[in-house]
């Protein structure tokens, strides 16, 4: 750990964090039949891998998991095989992902300090993203993991005709975690809930009330699993990390990812 993650730290260390793992999507776009959260990605199920992200962080002292009800006794009972021992709740999902994500968060301690949301099918995310995040978090009260955009973006008029190009230079791509000063979700939550406003990530929902928002560069590697081609990918960069480490720990340095 730097200089300056000890200062931040040790400057006003919370003391009790949460993570919501959202787990209760139908995975349409990966397969009819298996729910992608319980599909093999180098050899351990999606879920316990982003389940044991959590697991491992000295940041987090507790795992809401947020699934199918259906798949509740079978996600606790994944869970506990893989010695997942901070899940405090396993709760029933909503119909959306923003549904999802209010349950889950609602389902926390209510003394909770930070609460960072995840979605399960991004299990390519490491502890130093995970703990990069919590620091900005920590900072900024607000902060998400992201990546720089490498594409020109075009908006259309929803056929294929070109509307708009949009500049490349400051376009990020969302991830997850994010992780926010838990009153400061709570106050956009209930703001937006009020409001109807819908999203697709968390972060909007703290940019719908005009709170700032921060990014950090996860880089392209903190993949979400959406299509079968995506496990394919996942594996090569699962195989480059392991090299990477072997190599890192031949010459005595750290892997950085
Ligand atoms: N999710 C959830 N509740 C929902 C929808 C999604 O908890 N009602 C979760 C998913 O399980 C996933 C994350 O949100 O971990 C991101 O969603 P996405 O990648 O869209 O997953 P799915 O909704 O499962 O996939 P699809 O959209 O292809 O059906
Ligand atoms: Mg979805």
Request: one cysteine or more; proline letters at 4%; hydrophobic letters at 40%.
């Amino acid at each position: 750990m730097g200089i300056w993650s000890s200062l931040i730290r040790s400057a006003g260390k919370p003391k009790f964090n949460s993570a919501v793992l959202l787990a209760a999507g139908s995975g349409k776009r990966f397969s009819d039949d298996t729910a992608k959260q319980f599909a093999v990605v180098g050899g351990e199920s999606i879920l316990v891998r982003s389940a044991k992200l959590f697991q491992s962080s000295e940041d987090v002292q507790e795992i809401v998991v947020v699934t199918r009800e259906t798949d509740i006794p079978g996600v606790r009972n994944i869970l506990n095989k893989a010695g997942i021992t901070k899940v405090t709740r396993i709760v029933a999902g909503g119909d959306t992902r923003q549904e999802s994500a209010k349950i889950g968060f609602d389902a926390v301690n209510p003394e909770a300090d930070y609460v960072a949301i995840h979605d399960a099918a991004r299990c390519l995310c490491t502890p130093d993203m995970l703990e990069a995040v919590f620091e900005s978090a920590f900072v900024n009260g607000a902060a998400a993991a992201a990546c720089r955009n490498p594409d020109t973006l075009k908006r259309t008029n929803g056929t294929d005709l070109v509307t708009e190009t949009i500049e490349r230079e400051n376009t990020w791509r969302v991830q997850t975690p994010q992780i926010f000063k838990a009153d400061i979700y709570r106050a956009a939550s209930y703001t937006c809930a009020k409001e109807h406003f819908s999203a697709t990530d968390d972060c909007a929902l703290c940019e719908h009330v005009g709170f700032p928002v921060h990014l950090v560069d996860c880089g392209p590697m903190n993949l979400k699993i959406t299509y079968p081609e995506d496990t394919v990918i996942a594996e090569g960069i699962l195989a480059y990390r392991e090299r990477a480490a072997a190599e890192g720990a031949k010459s005595g340095k750290e892997s950085a990812t």
